[in-house]
Nanobody, 125 residues
Framework: QVQLVESGGGLVQAGGSLRLSCTAS????????MGWFRQAPGKERAFVAA????????YYADSMNGRFTISRDNAKNTVYLQLSNLKPEDTAVYYC??????????????????WGQGTQVTVSS
């Protein structure tokens, strides 16, 4: 089992920034990559970004347009998501997730075995 705890969400004005954190505990050696997803009310969970623990290769949804940056700190078993130039349409619950699979693409929620409880990001106009 891998436990994931997110933090860093909150209320921010449009154009502002937030940094989300996700710390993993438990059988962290079984995790090959971490992903961030978001879910707005009435919408499906959508891929935001992912990163591999080994090597640090990162992946982003095209729609993020370079505003978000994922990073990791292996020593702390923590993954970060820096959100910049936020827009009201970025309002959602943001979830981190862990996968032990070595897959070429990491954008599908079905690849992930463990999920955090989510952290709310609200962007006001």
């Amino acid at each position: 089992q891998v436990q994931l705890v997110e933090s860093g969400g909150g209320l921010v004005q449009a154009g502002g920034s937030l940094r989300l954190s996700c710390t993993a505990s438990g059988r962290t050696f079984s995790s090959a990559a971490m992903g961030w997803f978001r879910q707005a009310p009435g919408k499906e969970r959508a891929f935001v970004a992912a990163i591999r623990w080994s090597g640090g290769r990162s992946y982003y949804a095209d729609s993020m347009n370079g505003r978000f940056t994922i990073s990791r700190d292996n020593a702390k078993n923590t993954v970060y998501l820096q959100l910049s130039n936020l827009k009201p349409e970025d309002t959602a619950v943001y979830y981190c997730a862990s996968t032990g699979r070595v897959a070429p693409l990491l954008s599908s929620p079905s690849l992930y075995d463990y999920w955090g409880q989510g952290t709310q990001v609200t962007v006001s106009s």
